[in-house]
T-cell receptor
Framework: QKEVEQNSGPLSVPEGAIASLNCTYS??????FFWYRQYSGKSPELIMS????GDKEDGRFTAQLNKASQYVSLLIRDSQPSDSATYLC??????????????FGAGTQVVVTP | NAGVTQTPKFQVLKTGQSMTLQCAQD?????MYWYRQDPGMGLRLIYY???????DKGEVPNGYNVSRLNKREFSLRLESAAPSQTSVYFC????????????FGQGTRLTVV
């Protein structure tokens, strides 16, 4: 069973629309959640972190966390062609005697069409 | 600021050869990680180091060894490379283990023939 799950996509979004990305995780005790953006051939780049239930907004990005449902999402408002990338969800997991394991989902590819 | 620096950027190995991937960070981070990324598989954790002097296995440790040389440096060694180890390898670091943002190096594209 995968510990962090995302729809692989591609998610096709018209320019100017809202892109909605979802992520579910298996470890009920997880406390830290991150969204990364990765352009083709490049390294992952952090765009959002969220630690508490509710919404967190940063520019055109909004992260939403629901720990009871073990669900974290990312909304991209006013999508631009430059938002075309793979978006990776990452969650910290308990391993051994620490919360050291940062587990990634397989990523959702987003394609913004003009 | 350099952030996280990996060397080399590209490498071609023959089956059975060994090599070490180097990673250094200049952000005074305590934790460092090695991931591999294969098409459709996302990032899979190979090993991580919560702090200087400690290392732990991740999801896919077989065929790899690591050394946390000091607080700045965390190396990944392939003792006998196999074609299944063809991948893109990323090093990352974070201030603390798992709870804070991780920052990535530019990656090493490794091909084993």
């Amino acid at each position: 069973q995968k510990e962090v799950e995302q729809n692989s996509g591609p998610l096709s979004v018209p320019e100017g629309a809202i892109a909605s990305l979802n992520c579910t995780y298996s470890d009920r005790g997880s406390q830290s959640f991150f969204w990364y953006r990765q352009y083709s051939g490049k390294s992952p780049e952090l765009i959002m972190s969220i630690y508490s239930n509710g919404d967190k907004e940063d520019g055109r990005f909004t992260a939403q966390l629901n720990k009871a449902s073990q669900y974290v999402s990312l909304l991209i408002r006013d999508s631009q062609p430059s938002d075309s990338a793979t978006y990776l969800c990452a969650v910290n997991m308990f391993e051994g005697d620490s919360w050291g394991k940062l587990q990634f989902g397989a990523g959702t590819q987003v394609v913004v069409t003009p | 600021n350099a952030g996280v620096t990996q060397t080399p950027k590209f490498q071609v190995l023959k089956t059975g050869q060994s090599m070490t991937l180097q990673c250094a960070q200049d952000m005074n981070h305590n934790s460092m990680y090695w991931y591999r990324q294969d098409p459709g598989m996302g990032l899979r954790l190979i090993y991580y180091s919560a702090s200087e002097g400690t290392t732990d296995k991740g999801e896919v440790p077989n065929g790899y060894n690591v050394s946390r040389l000091n607080k700045r440096e965390f190396s990944l060694r392939l003792e006998s490379a196999a074609p299944s180890q063809t991948s893109v390898y990323f090093c990352a670091s974070s201030k603390t283990t798992g709870h804070t943002e991780a920052f990535f190096g530019q990656g090493t594209r490794l091909t084993v023939v």
